[in-house]
T-cell receptor, first 113, second 118 residues
Framework: AQSVTQLDSQVPVFEEAPVELRCNYS??????LFWYVQYPNQGLQLLLK??????LVKGINGFEAEFNKSQTSFHLRKPSVHISDTAEYFC???????????FGKGTRLHILP | EAGVVQSPRYKIIEKKQPVAFWCNPI?????LYWYLQNLGQGPELLIR????????DSQLPKDRFSAERLKGVDSTLKIQPAELGDSAVYLC????????????????FGPGTRLTVL
């Protein structure tokens, strides 16, 4: 069975500093990987996704993630965060040929002034 | 283009009362999802519809939860009777469904309904 582990429940970072949110997955088959963002009192919004091809995926709002098959990771990065990036970030995985998405527990990003 | 619409946004009820949530997906989206999101957790799928057919309801507690999508457009999720542990956010999402069976179909989420059971 597939699963997603987000190692950090909260990550504080100073404004304009870089950030990395960690995500590891387990699956016995090929996977599709996603990062979603949830702003307070809103639904989830897709940041980026990896389906195939280049392992470095660029998304919206300056975020990017790198798929590492050997380490079963899909860490999310941004070189310089802004106060508007304060939100909950969810990593998710779905199996190839299966639309069901399994979400991680989320990482809350705190931007410090 | 309007996004996924959910109502109500907030609902407070006493335990053992019934409650219903409504979702209108993005126009043209064939696939509709209901998720449960507990505090501090990621969303968990309750049920997925392809048009009017429920294709995955394995995580839906059928003793008290029911859902319908009669015309393959909007959908209703009902809880009867509600229990204290049902307090959570109920999210609806939709996707085109054209990639069904191949994975990777982007899901668009509504703002959710926050349910509080007293």
């Amino acid at each position: 069975a597939q699963s997603v582990t987000q190692l950090d429940s909260q990550v504080p970072v100073f404004e304009e500093a870089p950030v990395e949110l960690r995500c590891n997955y387990s699956s016995s088959v090929s996977v599709y990987l996603f990062w979603y963002v949830q702003y307070p009192n809103q639904g989830l919004q897709l940041l980026l996704k990896y389906l195939s091809g280049s392992t470095l995926v660029k998304g919206i709002n300056g975020f990017e993630a790198e798929f590492n098959k050997s380490q079963t990771s899909f860490h999310l990065r941004k070189p310089s965060v802004h106060i508007s990036d304060t939100a909950e970030y969810f990593c998710a995985v779905s199996q190839n040929r299966d639309d069901k998405i399994i979400f991680g527990k989320g990482t809350r990003l705190h931007i410090l002034p | 283009e309007a996004g996924v619409v959910q109502s109500p946004r907030y609902k407070i009820i006493e335990k053992k009362q019934p409650v219903a949530f409504w979702c209108n997906p993005i126009s043209g989206h064939n696939t509709l999802y209901w998720y449960l999101q507990n505090l501090g957790q990621g969303p968990e799928l309750l049920i997925r519809y392809e048009n009017e057919e429920a294709v995955d309801d394995s995580q839906l507690p059928k003793d008290r939860f029911s859902a319908e999508r009669l015309k393959g457009v909007d959908s209703t999720l009902k809880i009867q009777p509600a229990e204290l542990g049902d307090s959570a956010v109920y999210l609806c999402a939709s996707s085109l469904g054209v990639a069904t069976g191949q994975g990777g179909d982007e899901q668009f989420f509504g703002p959710g309904t926050r349910l509080t059971v007293l």
